[in-house]
């Protein structure tokens, strides 16, 4: 058999865990209570039934559907990466196969950490509800978020992908935040007021929204496969360093909204998110009824993560 080596430093590599990307709450409650063997058992008894969409499913399905439109090229390759045992992954492979998702590869740790796989395929986002996995892969520079309950209901946006993002700590680095939160509103306005001009240092999340904006390129908003919102609690004069960031990465965001306080939850309601990506629990858990939602973590070493309100 000729074996063909493939290149994936082109493509955006998003891995993702069983459960985030189908609803296997079910399962997850008979391993906690029950454990391992149990879980197995259910598994394999139920190998050929189909799971139904996770909390990640539209987000994969969506992303997995621009990669038609670049030829030849996979801009989007994903991957299923689990703490599952291989025996028990073939439900997955079925359940992928099932929904006509693109999906080939996949990482069957059985049991062991994550992380050390996912820098092994050059992983730029990883999405789990495993927090311990979560915040293992953001300790070794792995992007990643924790991925809340699937919301009930949830009706995405049509065939156009919406994407929301929060800036400090998200798409920016947590330099400002942490001004914000060690000497207060007042010390963060001026230092963002007199740093205005100067671009904002990326944070983990800046490769993903720089590879989405690429899609933007060249194309009249209401055409573009992608709309990209930033969701904020700065407001003026915070508002242009943003502003002034995004023109010097060359992104297009196509809304934002500075909030200045003002609670997120109504604006991603009426925005309507395939996701919706922050690094503040405050934020999320009331968007997360209506809106897919997922906490960027703070590094283990960072001053923000023994503050994660």
Same mark, same amino acid.
Not at 23 to 36: H, P, S
Not at 128 to 140: G, T
């Given at each position: ?21 189908? /609803? ?23 190998? /050929?039934?189909?799971? =139904? ?23 989007? @390759? ?45 992983? /730029?986002? &990883? ?37 929301? &993002? ?21 010390? &963060? ?8 001009? @100067? ?38 004069? =915070? ?37 919706? &990506? ?32």
């Amino acid at each position: 058999m000729r074996v063909v080596v493939l290149d994936l430093s082109q493509s955006l590599v998003i891995g993702i865990s069983s459960r985030a990307l189908f /609803d296997l709450e079910e399962e997850n409650r008979i391993f906690e209570e029950q454990g391992l063997e149990a879980y197995s058992r259910y598994q394999r008894e139920h190998e /050929d039934e189909v799971l =139904a969409p996770g909390t990640a499913f539209h987000l994969v399905k969506g992303l997995l559907q621009l990669n038609r439109r670049q030829g030849s090229r996979r801009l989007i @390759e994903v991957i299923v990466a689990s703490r599952n045992s291989p025996d028990t992954g073939l439900r997955v492979f079925n359940s992928l196969h099932a929904h006509r998702l693109d999906i080939t590869r996949a990482t069957f740790a059985g049991g062991e950490a994550m992380a050390p796989y996912l820098q092994a395929f050059n992983v /730029d986002l &990883f999405l789990s509800q495993f927090e311990s996995d979560v915040q293992a892969a953001a300790d070794a520079g792995v992007p990643a978020a924790l991925v809340y309950a699937r919301p009930e209901g949830f009706d995405p946006h049509g065939d156009q992908i919406r994407i929301a &993002f929060d800036a400090d700590a998200v798409v920016f680095s947590e330099d400002s935040e942490r001004i914000y939160r060690e000497q207060g509103l007042e010390a &963060f306005a001026e230092h963002e007021r007199a740093h205005a001009k @100067e671009p904002l240092p990326e944070g983990p999340f800046a490769r993903f929204l720089k590879t989405l904006a690429l899609l933007q390129q060249n194309l009249p908003p209401d055409e573009a496969p992608v709309r990209i919102a930033i969701v904020t609690a700065r407001n003026s004069p =915070a508002h242009e360093r943003v502003i002034r960031t995004l023109r010097a990465w060359d992104v297009r965001v196509d809304s934002a909204f500075f909030l200045g306080g003002l609670p997120k939850e109504p604006v991603l309601r009426a925005f309507r998110p395939h996701i919706f &990506f922050d690094d503040q629990d405050k934020h999320l858990a009331a968007a997360a009824r209506h809106v897919p939602a997922a906490r960027v973590p703070y590094r283990s070493d960072s001053p923000l993560s023994a503050d994660k309100g």
